[in-house]
Structure formats: C-alpha cells, structure tokens
C-alpha cells in the first residue's frame, strides 16, 4: 500500500491549492507542497529495502481482460526519477512562490504543477505498459496547461498548442507501440515485457514495434526531428521550464528508453536508431544555443542537446554507458534547474532575459554570479564538478563504441565537438549576463533576490560541487541501484574524479580550450551566420496546421458538397459494397436453420413497418404527418419486440419513442411547416434505386444470420444472472452488472449531453410565429381544461408506474432506464399541460445536480466494491429477512440502477424542458414587413409560419 500512497498523494495534492489559495499565498504554498513532500519522505523510507535487492510492487484489478491493472512499481531506476521528480518539483514550487507576481492565479498554478508531477510519478512507478501509457497522455494535457498559464500571451498560446501536438501526436505512436510490444511478450504486465527481451526481438513485428515507440519517446524527449516544440514552449513562467525541461517532462522520453532497454534495446536496429538520433540532437542542440540572445533561449537548445547526450548513451547500451547516461540524468537534473530558476531570478530583478541588455551583473549581483558561474561550468564539464565527471564517461564510451563499423572514429570525434560546443554557450552564459560591460541599461536596477528565492539554487549547485569531489559518497549507491533495475544485474563501477592522463581526458582538454576558443571567434561566426535566411519553426509549424486544415476542408467539401444527400449516399455506397462483398463469399444464402412460419400478425406487422418507413420519407415535407408516420414505426418496432419475448426491449422502446416524439415536435416547432421540393427527379430516382439495392443487401445478409445457427453469448448471461448478478431479469442484470462499465459510460455521455444542450439553450430565445403557413392565427387557448385534468390525474399514477418498474427490475422486465423515461414523461406531461411557467414554480429544483448525482452514485457504487478486494462494479446480493415483510432481496445493483434512473430523469428533463422555453413572449407587429419582422431573433427562418405558437411556454 506503501506505493500506492506515494503514487496518489501528488494526484491528491491537485486539490490542495484550490483550497489554500484563499488563505494567502503562503499558506497555499505550504498546503501544496506538503502531500508531495510526504510522498518523497515515503520514497526515502523504502530505500533500505530496495539497497537489499527487492524490488517492490503493488497491483489492483482495474480491467484485467483488458490487460490493463493498477500495477506500481518502485526500484532502482523510479527511485532515481522519483527523488528528481519530488525532490526538485518541491524546490520549484518554494522558488515559484517568489517568482508569480501577486495578481497571478497562484492556486491554479500550483493545482496544474502538481497534476503534472503526479503525472511524472505515475510514468516512473507504472509497472503496466498501458498504464504508463495512461500517465503519459496525462504529462502531455498538464505540460499544455502550464506552458499556456499566461493565456493572455499569443507565444504562451501557441507554444502549448505545439508541445500539445507533437507530443501528442508521439503519444498516439507509443500507444500503438506499446499494443504491439504487449501483444510480442504476451502481456502488458512490466516483469513479463523486461523477460521477453529474446523473444521480443526475434519478432518479424519488431521493427515495426520499435519505430513506433521511439516515436512516442524521442517526441517527449525533443530529439531531432521533432525539437522544435521544446524552444518555443520557453513561453511558460521561468518554473514551468525549470521543472518541465529539466527533471521532468523532457526525461519521460529518457525513461521510457532506459525503462525498455533490456526489452527492445538487444538489437542492432536499436544501436542505430538511438545512438544516431541522440549524435545529431546533442550537436543541433548546442550549435543553436551558442547563438541564442535570451537566457531560457540558450537553455533550451543546451536542454536539447544534453537531451541527445543521454539518448546517445542509451543507444550504445553497453553497461557503462547505461552507467553514464543513468549519472548524467542525475547531473543534468541538478544544473539545468539551478540554471532555468537563475535566469528567472535574473529576469526577476533586472527585468529582461536578453543579453545585449544585460551585462557586468556581478557587481550587483555577487551571490548569483557564483551561483549561475558554478552551474554553467558544471553544465560544460569543468573538472571538479559533476558534468566533468559524466562528460567523461561520454567520450569513454564514444572511444569504445564499435558503431559505424569502419566509421566508429566519428563517434568520438563527433562528441569532442558537442562537448567543445557545450563549453562555448556555457561560457557565453556566464561571461556574458555578469562580466562582460553592458549595451544598454536593463528595464530596472538588478539587485539580489529574496534569500528563499536563492535557496533552492543554492542546494542545486552545492549538490553539482559535492557530487563532483565525492561522486562515489553522493551518487554512488543512487546510480547502484538504478543500473541494477535497467541491467537486471549489479554493475561494478568505481567513479573517481582522477582516472590518470588518458584518451578521454585529452578529449576533456581539447573540449575546454576548444569551447574557449570558438567562443572568442564567437561575434565572427555570428557574423558569417547572418548571412542566412533563418526559418521559424513556429510559423513553420503553423503554415503545417494551416495547411492540414486547408486539405481536410477541401477533402470533405469534396465528399459532402455541402449537401447531405451527397453525404449520404457516399455512406451508403459504402456499405452497399461492404455488403455485396459479404454476400459474394457465400454459397447458400440460406442456413441450415430454416425459417419460423409465418402467421397473419407477422404479416401484418412487416406490412405497417414497411408501410411507415415509406411514409415517413414520402410525406417528409409535411413534418406532423411525417412524425405520425415515424411514430408508427416505433410502435411496430416494441410490439416486434413484445412479439418475439423481449419485454424489457420492448418497454424501453415504447418509453424511448414518446420521449422522442416529444423532442421532435418541440425541434420541428421552429422549422418551416412545409418544405420546398429541392431534389430533382433523376436525383430522387438515384436515392431510391440505392436505398433499395443496400435494403436489399441488408436484408440478404440478415436472412443469412438469423438461418444458421451461431454460439451466442446470451446463453451464459442467462445461465449466470441470478448465481452471478442475483436476478432473474437477465437484461437487467447485463446492464447493471456484467457489462455495468458500459453502462456508467452511456449514462455519463448521457449527462455530458444534457448538461451540453442546456448550455446551448440557456439564453437561446427564438421568435414565436403567430400563425400558420397559410396566415390562419394559432388558437389563444394554448392549455385545454382537459388537458390540464388528465395531466394531474396521471402524474401521480405515472410517478406510481415508474417506482414499481424500478423496483421490480432485477427480476422482472423494468429498471432505472425504463423508469427513468417515464418520470421525465410525466413531468414533461406537466409542462405541456400547463406551460413552463407554470411547472418551474412547482418543481423549483434545478434538473442538472440530479443527472450528476445519478453518474456519482452509479460511479460510488462501482468504487464501493475496492473497499471489499474487489474489482470496479462488482457487484453483491443477498437474501434478508425484514419484520412484517418477509424474505426480500437486496443487491447494490439497486444502487447502481438507481443512478441509471437519476442521470436518465435529469438529462432528459434538460434538454426537453429547456427546449419548450426558448421562444420570446414578444410578436411582432402584425403590419411589419415579414422580412424585418425576425431580424432581432437568432435561429428563426420564417416570422409568418413556423411553427404552433406556443410562445414563451410552449413544450
């Protein structure tokens, strides 16, 4: 339960700031930060036990035939990923307290920094490849939200909307990746994947596999091609990227490669694939951060690079170099961090990120200075301090690597470069802001900052100078324990910051002076640079979504016509050769099952089905006669029903139907009486002969079925609905039980539906016509006495029928749907009676809590079941016996049906009450011009006839 915890107090923590954000800033900063710092003291806490070689786990049923389960898991590698995510998250969250200026939202800042981070952690304890993938897509919405916060600025805007899509878009790759992989090894369960490494690569579907998840981790992770989101997502609050593009999203991607490395990464493709990836990003990385002007500019593009820095080592893959990109995440982490929340100190105080306005700031900034001068030689690999120590392994590992065959001597040659590259911007960074005599002025004198605000970066770089003089003392058991998770074996590696005069410490040497040097040509090479037109991957990337746009507009006007008739017919076209190429693969049409006789009533009732489809379309420009030809339809299809024992069907038909011609009529009272004849006479010819032929078809193929005998499902519904589900309904028990997750699914889509339509028709208000089609004025008398009488007199009996139906549906045909749709039907029989007005003073409650509690409760029900071991909508019954009652029946099914009935009530009385309100009281004057007469009103087509004039309370 441990991991559990620490997995679900971050998400808890979402609400945390919402809720402090009232008392004042400080104290929703403590109320923030205190669930995920007891999840980094619950991580701590289990270090002993995985120092004794354990790996820990958790795992709960969620949908095992899915292959999906809430399955954590905590070792070496998520302990490293958790002490980062937790443990830097926190010193971000005190930093960004100091940053946001006083009027910004700090609670919903701090609400979407922590779903971030529990997104984090759920990636590095998911012991599930679908559930890893679940907190993957949630990184990508949170990261969307944050680089956004400033919503009011345009680059904020579309440097979300960018990460959003091209992470996203991996995300989808991964998703189609990790179906694969799990499919290979025969289960998404993590231990079995890590085990299944042979096989998995043996698999002809390998490559195939390997691209797409790749895909998804080098979209995360901003390697080349797909780096250009990462700058542009700078537009975030300087926390945002120090959190985001230092320890956290960015790394997803590393962590999923080093998390699937003994799976996937036995293989030659791999070598290729992620070695070059991570050669190419390290060295386009750092050659645009030497010429970048804005300090998170410059950072960015080192992020990048450092980013192929790692991917190159993990595609390597030989134990040290697992060793050294595991170290370098660890050193990457704890410099980038100091430096992102040192450029916003600077930008904080000084009121720019620029560097022609900045300059000789070590005058007034002493602190920062040393702080920022630390952190960046840390971050070019100056010795002494941690990045030395892992640049090192680096060119190590380039020397011994056998890539390239013939070629490997490029490997090494190629990191020299990127290490001369990373010592130049580094040594720009840190020359430039505090020793080089300024341009021009910053916008306000730079001062040091708050003493709390440089905290956090001064632990960070006290952390890049201790790891760097005893790396054996402060990482050495960490890096342990995380290459023991990726290896599935212990390493033994001994870090030191002396190794002797070698190859690798000349490549060092050659890095230092050659970065010192190529920054002193900087302004020459800058020069030379100018010459060339540079491209903008924002506008890029917009011309891209434009042009995507553009395409699918012009593909569907082609497709459509904007006619539906056209629509249509490509549709059933579709279908119509869908179903010729079905009935061309078989010989008999006819099965062995033969056909049932036929009677009169069956006759009878093919002939009036057949009759009122006819109709309803042969009348469709008469739209009440039309309704009564539809309604027919309906009425056969439950007696169809009831004909062939399907009461339950039968029932939610005749329930379904009143309620549909009730919402029909209400639509169809604002739509013209009559319509024009548009289609022409060969277009009509050509709708019928293709509805007929896909009739035909249909029909075929559904003859086909019904006479051949087929293993059907419903014999162990039947079989299992009172020993399993305890009814003898064995539809309701389908709805309520067995496929109860489908169920919840349809009553919330349901909800979600009537909460949409009330919102659209919430100040919605048409015009009322006053007359018919042909100028006759509408009756005045809107509510006939009679009408009134019976609406009183059968609402109660209504609400009577509807009660017995939904108690007695677990045995018997009923349930919370049916006696949902009659509530609403009675009620809705009130308003039609007696007008809106009328009825809202009567029921003055609100319609949408209660499709909301319906979905609550249905959900709490399901939840219930975890309480008890078991998995999500399981359901118990029981037999008991009740003083003056007897022996009765209870099952949380009821429970679960009582909010089927709850969410059915409240979203249908939604949508139909609201649609009979939305017409104005006021008519228009009778000598107006028609056409001025509805300019005022939206949505109106025609103020001489529309519809019944029913006015402002008209159903």
Same mark, same amino acid.
């Given at each position: 339960?441990?991991?559990?915890?620490?997995?679900?107090?971050?998400?808890?923590?979402?609400?945390?700031?919402?809720?402090?954000?009232?008392?004042?800033?400080?104290t929703?900063?403590?109320?923030?930060?205190?669930?995920?710092?007891?999840? #980094?003291?619950?991580?701590?806490a289990?270090?002993?036990?995985?120092?004794?070689?354990?790996?820990?786990?958790?795992?709960?049923?969620?949908?095992?035939?899915?292959?999906?389960?809430?399955?954590?898991?905590?070792?070496?590698?998520?302990l490293?990923?958790n002490?980062?995510?937790l443990?830097?998250?926190?010193?971000?969250?005190?930093?960004?307290?100091f940053?946001?200026?006083?009027?910004?939202?700090?609670?919903?800042?701090?609400?979407?920094?922590?779903?971030?981070?529990?997104?984090?952690?759920?990636?590095?304890?998911? *012991?599930?490849?679908?559930?890893?993938?679940?907190?993957?897509?949630?990184?990508?919405?949170?990261?969307?939200?944050?680089?956004?916060?400033?919503?009011?600025q345009?680059? =904020?805007?579309?440097?979300?909307?960018?990460?959003?899509?091209?992470?996203?878009?991996?995300?989808?790759?991964?998703?189609?990746?990790?179906?694969?992989?799990?499919?290979?090894?025969?289960?998404?369960?993590?231990?079995?994947?890590?085990?299944?490494?042979?096989?998995?690569t043996?698999?002809?579907? !390998?490559?195939?596999?390997?691209?797409?998840?790749?895909?998804?981790?080098?979209?995360?992770?901003?390697?080349?091609?797909?780096?250009?989101?990462? &700058?542009h997502?700078?537009?975030?609050?300087?926390?945002?990227?120090?959190?985001?593009?230092?320890?956290?999203?960015?790394?997803?991607?590393?962590?999923?490669?080093?998390?699937l490395?003994?799976?996937?990464? *036995?293989?030659?493709?791999?070598?290729?694939?992620?070695s070059?990836?991570?050669?190419?990003?390290?060295?386009?990385?750092?050659?645009?951060?030497?010429?970048?002007?804005?300090?998170?500019?410059?950072?960015?593009?080192?992020?990048?690079?450092?980013?192929? @820095?790692?991917?190159?080592?993990?595609?390597?893959?030989?134990?040290?170099?697992?060793l050294?990109?595991?170290?370098?995440?660890?050193?990457?982490?704890?410099?980038?961090?100091?430096?992102?929340?040192?450029?916003?100190?600077?930008?904080?105080e000084?009121?720019?990120?620029?560097?022609?306005?900045?300059?000789?700031?070590?005058?007034?900034?002493?602190?920062?200075? /040393?702080?920022?001068?630390?952190?960046?030689?840390?971050?070019?690999?100056? &010795?002494?301090l941690?990045?030395?120590?892992?640049?090192e +392994?680096?060119?190590?590992?380039?020397?011994?690597?056998?890539? $390239?065959?013939?070629?490997?001597?490029?490997?090494?040659? $190629?990191?020299?470069?990127?290490?001369?590259?990373?010592?130049?911007?580094?040594?720009?960074?840190?020359?430039?802001?505090?020793?080089?005599?300024?341009?021009?002025?910053?916008?306000?004198?730079?001062?040091?900052?708050?003493?709390?605000?440089?905290?956090?970066?001064e632990?960070?770089?006290?952390?890049?100078?201790?790891?760097?003089?005893?790396?054996?003392?402060?990482?050495?058991?960490?890096?342990?324990?995380?290459?023991?998770?990726?290896?599935?074996?212990?390493?033994?590696?001994?870090? =030191?910051?002396?190794?002797?005069?070698?190859?690798?410490?000349?490549?060092?040497?050659?890095a230092?002076?050659?970065?010192?040097?190529? !920054?002193? !040509?900087?302004?020459?090479?800058?020069?030379? #640079?100018?010459?060339?037109?540079?491209?903008?991957?924002?506008?890029?990337?917009?011309?891209?979504?434009?042009?995507?746009?553009?395409?699918?507009?012009?593909?569907?006007?082609?497709?459509?016509?904007?006619?539906?008739?056209?629509?249509? =017919?490509?549709?059933?076209?579709?279908?119509?050769?869908?179903?010729?190429?079905?009935?061309?693969?078989?010989?008999?049409?006819?099965?062995?099952?033969?056909?049932?006789?036929?009677?009169?009533?069956?006759?009878?009732?093919?002939?009036?089905?057949v009759?009122?489809?006819?109709?309803?379309?042969?009348?469709?420009?008469?739209?009440?006669?039309?309704?009564?030809? @539809?309604?027919?339809?309906?009425?056969?299809?439950?007696?169809?029903?009831?004909r062939?024992?399907?009461?339950?069907?039968?029932?939610?038909? #005749?329930?379904?139907?009143?309620?549909? +011609?009730?919402?029909? +009529?209400?639509?169809?009272?604002?739509? &013209?009486?009559?319509?024009?004849?548009?289609?022409s006479?060969?277009?009509?010819?050509?709708?019928?002969?293709?509805?007929?032929a896909l009739?035909?078809?249909?029909?075929?193929?559904?003859?086909?079925?019904?006479?051949?005998?087929?293993?059907?499902?419903? *014999?162990?519904?039947?079989?299992?609905?009172?020993?399993?589900?305890?009814?003898?309904?064995? /539809?309701?028990?389908?709805?309520?039980?067995?496929?109860?997750?489908?169920?919840?699914?349809?009553?919330?889509?349901?909800?979600?539906?009537?909460?949409?339509?009330?919102?659209?028709?919430?100040r919605?208000?048409?015009?009322?016509?006053?007359?018919? /089609?042909?100028?006759?004025?509408?009756?005045?008398?809107?509510?006939? &006495?009679?009408?009134?009488?019976?609406?009183?007199?059968?609402?109660?009996?209504?609400?009577?029928?509807?009660?017995?139906?939904?108690?007695?549906?677990?045995?018997?045909?009923?349930?919370?749907?049916? =006696?949902?749709?009659?509530?609403? /039907?009675?009620?809705?029989l009130?308003?039609?009676?007696?007008?809106?007005?009328?009825?809202?003073?009567?029921?003055?409650?609100?319609?949408?809590?209660?499709?909301?509690?319906?979905?609550?409760?249905?959900?709490?029900?399901?939840?219930?079941?975890?309480?008890?071991?078991?998995?999500?909508?399981?359901?118990?019954?029981?037999?008991?016996?009740?003083?003056?009652?007897?022996?009765?029946?209870?099952?949380?099914?009821?429970?679960?049906?009582?909010?089927?009935y709850?969410?059915?009530?409240?979203?249908?009385?939604?949508?139909?009450?609201?649609?009979?309100?939305?017409?104005?009281?006021?008519?228009?004057?009778? *000598?107006?011009?028609?056409?001025?007469?509805?300019?005022?009103?939206?949505?109106?087509?025609?103020?001489?006839?529309?519809?019944?004039?029913?006015?402002?309370?008209?159903?």
């Amino acid at each position: 339960m441990t991991l559990l915890w620490i997995a679900l107090l971050p998400l808890a923590g979402v609400f945390a700031p919402v809720l402090g954000a009232r008392r004042g800033r400080a104290t929703c900063t403590l109320v923030t930060t205190a669930l995920p710092a007891i999840a #980094l003291a619950l991580t701590l806490a289990q270090i002993p036990a995985l120092a004794d070689g354990e790996t820990l786990r958790f795992g709960a049923g969620w949908l095992p035939q899915l292959g999906l389960e809430l399955a954590l898991r905590l070792d070496g590698l998520t302990l490293l990923f958790n002490l980062l995510i937790l443990g830097i998250g926190l010193l971000i969250l005190l930093y960004a307290h100091f940053y946001l200026a006083d009027d910004e939202p700090v609670g919903r800042f701090y609400a979407f920094m922590v779903l971030f981070m529990a997104s984090m952690v759920g990636i590095a304890m998911a *012991d599930n490849l679908i559930l890893l993938w679940l907190y993957w897509e949630l990184t990508s919405l949170a990261s969307f939200l944050l680089i956004g916060f400033w919503t009011t600025q345009s680059a =904020a805007r579309k440097g979300a909307r960018m990460a959003l899509t091209v992470t996203g878009a991996g995300g989808l790759a991964l998703l189609a990746g990790v179906l694969l992989l799990g499919h290979m090894a025969g289960s998404f369960d993590m231990n079995v994947v890590l085990a299944s490494g042979d096989a998995i690569t043996a698999d002809p579907r !390998y490559p195939a596999m390997l691209v797409l998840v790749l895909l998804g981790a080098f979209t995360k992770s901003a390697q080349f091609p797909f780096q250009f989101w990462l &700058p542009h997502a700078m537009a975030a609050p300087t926390p945002v990227s120090a959190y985001l593009h230092s320890a956290t999203m960015v790394k997803a991607g590393i962590l999923l490669m080093a998390r699937l490395h003994p799976a996937i990464g *036995d293989h030659v493709l791999w070598t290729v694939l992620v070695s070059l990836t991570g050669t190419v990003t390290l060295l386009y990385g750092a050659w645009f951060a030497l010429f970048k002007t804005d300090l998170k500019g410059i950072l960015a593009f080192s992020t990048v690079s450092h980013l192929g @820095l790692i991917t190159m080592l993990l595609g390597i893959g030989s134990p040290m170099a697992i060793l050294a990109a595991l170290f370098h995440i660890l050193n990457h982490a704890t410099f980038k961090a100091a430096l992102f929340m040192s450029a916003g100190i600077i930008d904080h105080e000084a009121g720019t990120r620029e560097l022609k306005r900045l300059g000789g700031l070590r005058t007034s900034m002493p602190v920062m200075a /040393v702080l920022t001068s630390v952190a960046a030689a840390a971050m070019a690999g100056v &010795p002494l301090l941690n990045g030395f120590l892992s640049k090192e +392994m680096l060119f190590t590992e380039a020397l011994n690597t056998p890539i $390239l065959a013939g070629l490997s001597w490029t490997m090494p040659v $190629l990191a020299t470069l990127g290490g001369v590259l990373s010592v130049a911007y580094s040594l720009r960074l840190a020359h430039a802001v505090f020793f080089k005599p300024p341009r021009k002025a910053p916008p306000k004198p730079p001062h040091e900052p708050p003493r709390l605000m440089r905290a956090p970066v001064e632990l960070l770089v006290a952390l890049c100078v201790l790891v760097g003089l005893f790396p054996m003392f402060f990482a050495g058991g960490l890096l342990d324990l995380a290459t023991l998770a990726v290896l599935g074996e212990p390493l033994e590696f001994h870090l =030191a910051l002396w190794h002797g005069f070698n190859l690798p410490l000349a490549m060092s040497v050659i890095a230092l002076a050659g970065g010192a040097l190529m !920054y002193g !040509y900087h302004r020459d090479m800058r020069r030379f #640079l100018s010459q060339f037109k540079g491209l903008d991957a924002r506008f890029v990337f917009e011309r891209g979504v434009l042009a995507c746009k553009h395409g699918s507009e012009r593909t569907v006007t082609w497709l459509e016509g904007n006619s539906l008739q056209r629509y249509m =017919a490509f549709l059933m076209l579709a279908a119509l050769v869908s179903g010729v190429i079905g009935l061309a693969q078989i010989a008999p049409l006819t099965g062995a099952q033969g056909n049932q006789p036929i009677d009169g009533m069956v006759l009878f009732g093919a002939a009036m089905l057949v009759f009122g489809g006819i109709a309803t379309a042969a009348t469709h420009r008469f739209r009440l006669i039309s309704l009564l030809m @539809l309604s027919t339809v309906g009425l056969f299809v439950a007696l169809t029903f009831a004909r062939y024992s399907a009461p339950d069907l039968a029932l939610t038909q #005749l329930s379904v139907e009143v309620v549909t +011609m009730i919402l029909l +009529m209400l639509a169809l009272f604002f739509l &013209p009486q009559r319509t024009p004849r548009d289609s022409s006479p060969m277009r009509n010819v050509r709708d019928i002969l293709l509805a007929s032929a896909l009739g035909l078809v249909v029909a075929s193929l559904n003859y086909a079925v019904l006479t051949r005998g087929t293993v059907s499902i419903s *014999d162990f519904f039947i079989a299992n609905s009172v020993p399993g589900g305890g009814g003898h309904n064995a /539809v309701n028990v389908i709805l309520v039980d067995f496929r109860g997750f489908d169920t919840l699914g349809e009553i919330t889509v349901l909800a979600l539906a009537g909460l949409a339509i009330f919102k659209l028709l919430n100040r919605l208000r048409l015009f009322m016509p006053h007359s018919d /089609v042909e100028g006759r004025p509408w009756s005045p008398d809107r509510y006939p &006495p009679i009408l009134k009488s019976i609406s009183m007199a059968l609402l109660p009996l209504a609400l009577l029928v509807s009660a017995f139906i939904f108690l007695r549906g677990h045995n018997e045909p009923g349930g919370g749907f049916i =006696a949902g749709l009659v509530t609403a /039907v009675a009620l809705i029989l009130l308003y039609v009676a007696r007008g809106v007005d009328w009825a809202q003073k009567r029921l003055d409650f609100p319609f949408q809590p209660i499709a909301v509690a319906g979905v609550a409760t249905a959900t709490l029900t399901g939840v219930g079941s975890w309480l008890f071991g078991k998995p999500f909508l399981t359901s118990a019954f029981g037999h008991f016996s009740l003083p003056l009652i007897g022996e009765v029946e209870l099952a949380t099914a009821l429970l679960f049906d009582l909010g089927v009935y709850l969410a059915v009530v409240g979203a249908t009385l939604m949508i139909l009450a609201n649609l009979g309100k939305v017409t104005t009281p006021h008519r228009p004057v009778p *000598d107006a011009p028609a056409e001025h007469t509805d300019s005022t009103t939206p949505g109106n087509g025609n103020g001489n006839g529309n519809g019944n004039g029913n006015g402002k309370e008209s159903s």
